[in-house]
């Protein structure tokens, strides 16, 4: 009752689980990720330092 799987067959569990975890983390990616990308910071520093022409 206790036969035991040859190593190839171990191998390949372990690399396709692994493959499936890659898949599932790059497919189901944070929006959060997208949003960061995409805020624009305003510096107040711009807005006194700058000196019209004259």
Do not use: G
Not at 15 to 35: E, R
């Amino acid at each position: 009752m206790n036969d035991q799987l040859p190593d190839r067959t171990v191998i390949l569990i372990i690399l396709a689980t692994l493959l499936l975890v890659f898949f599932l983390a790059f497919t189901f990616k944070s929006k959060k990720i997208d949003q960061e990308r995409t805020i624009q910071w305003m510096d107040s520093t711009l807005n006194t330092e700058f000196v019209s022409p004259v």
